[in-house]
């Protein structure tokens, strides 16, 4: 690795993980096999069984996914990572190498609709039960610790209400109550950039690093974080045999691209969602904004505390009805209508009937995700460009 944990986190997201290779490439060449030759049959043994260092085949690791996975850990501050094709086979990778039949998680109610539906509808089928709970308040998950709790897990800022959660209190109280409790955090939303949860307490990070991290809409794969115990059972149980979720070499190569300009990037989504947000607050057809850098918005001294600055993501009631709501956003010329986030352009999506219609009415409900919800995830656009596109439809509701 040509970088130590002292360099900068700029420093850091361009060099670590970047090895020497031959003919001096500036840029980490792509390793497009899917298996890698052994000099001997001995040699091959050797590294089956673990005696000898190197690579095998890529489903166990390959040096495109090492490079992404050495920068995750250095930016999230983990002794290792591990890549995976998607976000969803990172969670369950992850959940996968910590739970066995009869295990219990305490997760809160707001998630992505498909990790939602992966607690409620998949790992009950194999004996894994969720109590959900509000983690908004941290002390609401003691009355759910029991000996069975494997597992904690949340998202914060939450998709899509941007529910802020203390992550130092509930891996306080979850590790008090049993210190090998597993808290998992779902960073996807902040990013390593604005937020860092294993320096809060938590014990594993995971991506969807389709979205901030590789920033531009054009690849799927997700990551997790940890140490170096759980991240080697993650890789040879959950990633090998469980989920085989394993991430190309190429989309490895153009995850470690994007990675080069995270902060930049992060900076940038941030200053446009602050003026969206601004924007939309003052908006006669608005009812709420949901952001956590407004001084009203609960947990904002929480989110004030653990984030660097408030992400690129926003949500918002307006005060028309669904159909009219619908025919408004129809009318968008720059922005997206697009599930996703995290993007160049800016993507403005339907929570309740998209990305959260994995909930029933009446856990959406209890979620807090309205029927008219509306959530926009800031580009790197022009912020004029895009207020512009916003009050141009907006104004029609008026
Ligand atoms: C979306 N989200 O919200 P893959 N964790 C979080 C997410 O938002 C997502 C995933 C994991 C959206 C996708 C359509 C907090 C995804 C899952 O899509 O498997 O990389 O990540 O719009």
């Not at 992404?68 to 290792?80: D, F």
């Not at 929480?302 to 918002?316: E, P």
Request: some cysteine; overall charge negative.
């Amino acid at each position: 690795m040509s970088t130590n944990k002292n360099h900068g986190f700029a420093t850091r997201q361009i060099h670590a993980g970047t090895q020497k290779a031959s003919n001096g490439p500036l840029c980490a060449p792509i390793y497009q096999t899917s298996t890698f030759r052994f000099d001997t049959v001995e040699q091959g043994g050797a590294r089956f069984a673990g005696e000898e260092q190197g690579y095998i085949y890529t489903r166990l690791g390959n040096p495109t996914q090492l490079l992404v996975e050495e920068k995750l850990a250095s930016l999230e501050n983990g002794e290792a990572a591990l890549a995976t094709a998607s976000g969803m086979g990172a969670i369950s990778s992850a959940l996968w190498t910590a739970l066995r039949a009869g295990d219990e998680i305490v997760a809160d109610d707001t998630l992505y609709g498909c990790t939602y539906a992966l607690f409620n509808h998949g790992l009950t089928r194999f004996d894994v039960k969720t109590n959900f709970v509000d983690m908004s308040d941290p002390a609401r998950i003691e009355k759910y610790l029991t000996p069975k709790t494997k597992v904690v897990y949340f998202e914060t800022p939450c998709n899509p209400t941007l529910k802020i959660i203390n992550i130092e209190e509930v891996s306080r109280i979850a590790h008090a109550y049993n210190p090998e409790i597993i808290v998992m955090v779902d960073n996807t939303f902040c990013s390593p950039y604005l937020q860092r949860p294993l320096d809060l307490g938590a014990d594993v990070v995971l991506h969807s690093a389709t979205k901030y991290l590789n920033g531009h809409g054009d690849v799927i794969a997700g990551v997790v974080v940890s140490n170096q115990a759980f991240i080697s059972e993650c890789r040879m149980f959950g990633l090998k045999d469980m989920t085989g979720a394993v991430l190309s070499p190429f989309d490895a190569f153009l995850l470690a691209r994007g990675l080069k300009t995270l902060d930049i990037r992060m900076e940038r989504h941030s200053n446009n969602a602050e003026k969206i947000a601004a924007f939309l607050k003052e908006h006669p057809s608005v009812a709420t904004v949901y952001y956590p850098g407004f001084e009203d918005f609960p947990n904002h001294a929480v989110a004030k505390k653990q984030m660097q600055r408030f992400g690129g993501m926003i949500a918002v009631e307006l005060k028309a009805d669904r159909q009219k709501t619908a025919a408004c956003l129809n009318k968008l010329q720059l922005c997206a209508i697009a599930v996703s986030l995290g993007d160049a352009e800016t993507l403005v999506e339907h929570p309740a009937t998209m990305t959260h219609s994995t909930y029933t009415a009446e856990e959406l409900k209890g979620a807090g995700i309205s029927e008219g919800l509306i959530r926009i995830s800031a580009g790197l656009e022009n912020p004029e460009d895009i207020i512009a596109d916003l009050k141009e439809v907006l104004d029609l509701l008026v």
